[in-house]
């Protein structure tokens, strides 16, 4: 794909998707929420359970998911929905494995510029990302300009370099959560403006059939995890060009606010060193992600990327930031010991 802003060219202008943008669609129950909340079956059987970080990324070792039973799958996507993504090294699933386990959780998401409509294959980048217009590098959920933007991402990786090639994971749920209650009140009214308009140019001018057409959709700036009920930011710098219920100049510095909150935010993040057989499953509801471009052979790196879509997103007032869930869990002690609560446990 071109990475300089080539802008409305004859052939964006002549171009004509073959399909219509993706209507908004009610999508079956979140799997997560048949889950045993203690996830007894999926933990048990892993010869350790690592917590990467306090707020975000579990890596489970000495378990195949080619061999989860149907509860240890649930239980999966709810230690997915609670830790933001959960990791595996030296996996043995074959891609028609990988397509029947996303299967399990819901209708396989298409990215617009997806050829097989199954999965995506993810390359290596060397692209210079301080470029313009090079969004490569920059922090994403996929495609949350879609009316129902992809819950569950899994990404298996093929191929990958010695060096180079991570990928970092960013918590908005903890990126809420440590704003100042006076910003989380501004923002809980607002809705970003999520656009697919830059993406689409540049696929076309790049020489890419993008399968649909530029879309923008209002989604609430502050969501509500279904699933959990906590709080989070739902901000994307890749997709977010405005915010509605601001004026221009307003909407430009809020949204410079957000990125160098987001930027900022090494105590919320993990970072993740592939090798072959690795395999990350996260949830673009709660977490942004970027992969780092650069320094290696890009043609050392590939991956199988498969989504299903996610509930169109909603802000219920009623829901709670990941500090108020502590304080009603654990109170003050508690507050330096994050990764031990169930962010999931029932209400008492
Ligand atoms: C993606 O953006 O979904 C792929 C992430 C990666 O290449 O590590």
Not at 23 to 33: C, L, N, Q, S, W
Not at 62 to 77: M, P
Request: charged residues 25%; glycine residues 8%; proline residues 7%.
């Amino acid at each position: 794909m071109s990475t300089s802003h080539t802008g409305i060219t004859e052939q964006v202008l002549t171009y004509r998707p073959p399909h219509p943008p993706v209507k908004e669609f009610e999508p079956a129950t979140d799997r997560a929420f048949f889950a045993d909340p203690e996830k007894k079956s999926l933990l048990a059987a892993a010869q350790k359970v690592r917590n990467l970080t306090p707020y975000i990324g579990t890596e489970l070792v000495g378990i195949q998911i080619s061999q989860l039973t149907d509860a240890q799958k649930d239980e999966l996507a709810l230690l997915v929905a609670e830790r933001g993504v959960v990791f595996f090294r030296d996996q043995d699933i074959t891609l028609d494995q990988q397509y029947e386990l996303t299967k399990h959780y819901g209708i396989q998401d298409r990215d617009p510029n997806q050829v097989d409509p199954r999965h995506v294959t993810i390359l290596g980048r060397n692209s210079d990302i301080r470029a313009y217009a090079d969004f490569g590098g920059e922090y994403h959920s996929d495609h949350s300009f879609e009316a129902n933007p992809p819950a569950y991402t899994m990404l298996r990786m093929i191929k990958t370099p010695d060096s180079g090639g991570d990928t970092i994971f960013t918590s908005q749920t903890a990126l809420f959560d440590k704003l100042s209650p006076t910003f989380q009140n501004l923002f809980e009214g607002l809705h970003g403006v999520h656009s697919s308009e830059h993406v689409f140019v540049n696929s076309v001018n790049g020489g890419n059939k993008p399968f649909r057409p530029p879309v923008r959709r209002e989604h609430p700036l502050i969501r509500t995890h279904p699933v959990t009920k906590l709080k989070s930011l739902f901000y994307n710098p890749t997709f977010v060009i405005h915010i509605a219920e601001l004026k221009g100049q307003e909407s430009i510095h809020t949204l410079g606010f957000l990125r160098e909150h987001l930027h900022a935010a090494d105590d919320l993040t993990v970072r993740w060193k592939w090798e072959p057989g690795s395999v990350a499953f996260w949830d673009n509801r709660v977490v942004v992600h970027r992969a780092i471009p650069g320094g290696y052979d890009p043609s050392t790196r590939e991956g199988k990327r498969t989504a299903i879509y996610g509930e169109k997103p909603f802000f219920d007032p009623s829901g709670e930031t990941l500090s108020q869930r502590i304080q009603r869990l654990g109170g003050e002690t508690a507050k330096g010991e994050v990764v031990k609560l169930h962010f999931n446990s029932p209400q008492v």
